[in-house]
């Protein structure tokens, strides 16, 4: 055992320990920074793979917009193509073609013929409503029959889910033998297919709200760790285990001998602890005592604990130090 000055040289076996002591601290050292980027590059992987589930349910609400919205627009072309078939059928016609339908907007869609036809209103009503029923078409729209000519409405109906809410005039009455086109635009938007998406949103949505939740746990243990194996302070959090002190959003660092300090200080507030005793747990167990140190190092803590007023560490004079805690 050697009692030294900052000047003195240790000696051998005292320099053996200290040697020892910091392979001890470097392996501690190592240890924690290795945990520390584990924990680092667990935090950033949970962050990379929910935003990766957040950006796929996105893509797959953009995909399947898109997708309920082509499978509408294909199946309307399809339903009115077929209307015009039994419209030509029931002007003795099966020679002649239904021309393309044409989209004019989202929401509004135009069947022409290539030959003229006389067409009665009811049987107009009654096949349009039947093919887009087979189709599963909203039953929301507004027809018009054009003339070609004049471009002119011929004949218009409103229909709507409610059959006693629609509007169809002039039922009875055949129109000429003209050129028309059939206008028909939906008054309601069609209700996106969820059947199939609910598939890819729920499991989607499970593992989001899994990863937010781990997520939000590892956050909970960062940095500014909201760590129960901490000891209250006054206003400070001390983490022995982390060689740190957290007040609010502030963190302060200690170094290993004033960590060991506090944690003797933290077992007995508002006690008077004794020079010698702080001198043999914090640096005779370690075979060394440097002169002077412990002054040095209360002195350093002081500083570190003067943001809050309701912790002072005190000197009582030719006894030893006290941590009074109001």
Known sequence: MFV???????????????????????????????????RL???????????????????????????DHDTFSETAKVALREAGHQLLLANND?????????????????????RPLAIEPDSLVTIIKSSFQKAELPSH???????????????SYLIREQEARGIVPCQGRVLPKACYTVSVRFTKAPAPATANTALVYIPALGFA???????????????HAK????????????????????????????????????VLFSEKPNEVIQRETLMKKVWEDHGVIVGRSLDTYISKLRKKLQGDETIKLTNVHGVGYKLEIR
């Not at 349910?57 to 995909?63: E, G, H, K, M, Q």
């Not at 729209?141 to 004949?155: G, N, P, Q, S």
């Not at 709200?209 to 940095?223: D, E, M, N, T, W």
């Open 4 to 38: 030294l000055d900052d000047s003195v040289k240790l000696g051998p076996t005292a320099s053996c320990k200290c040697q020892k002591s910091v392979k001890e601290v470097s392996t501690s050292v190592k240890s924690h920074e290795i945990v520390c980027y584990l």
């Open 41 to 67: 590059d667990m935090h950033k992987t949970t962050y990379f793979l929910f935003r990766s589930v957040i950006c796929l349910l996105v893509f797959v609400d953009l995909t399947s917009c898109s997708n």
């Open 94 to 114: 099966s020679t002649s073609l239904v021309q393309p339908v044409v989209v004019i907007d989202e929401l509004k869609y135009q069947l022409s013929f290539e």
């Open 141 to 155: 729209y507004i027809t018009e029959l054009v003339r070609c000519e004049d471009v002119a409405v011929a004949y």
């Open 209 to 223: 709200a899994i990863l937010a939740f781990v997520y939000f746990r590892k956050s909970q243990s960062g940095p």
């Open 227 to 262: 760590n129960e194996n901490y000891i209250a302070l006054g206003s400070f959090k001390f983490y022995p285990e982390q060689n740190k002190l957290h007040k609010s959003e502030t963190e302060i660092n200690l170094s290993r001998k004033e960590c060991e300090l506090l």
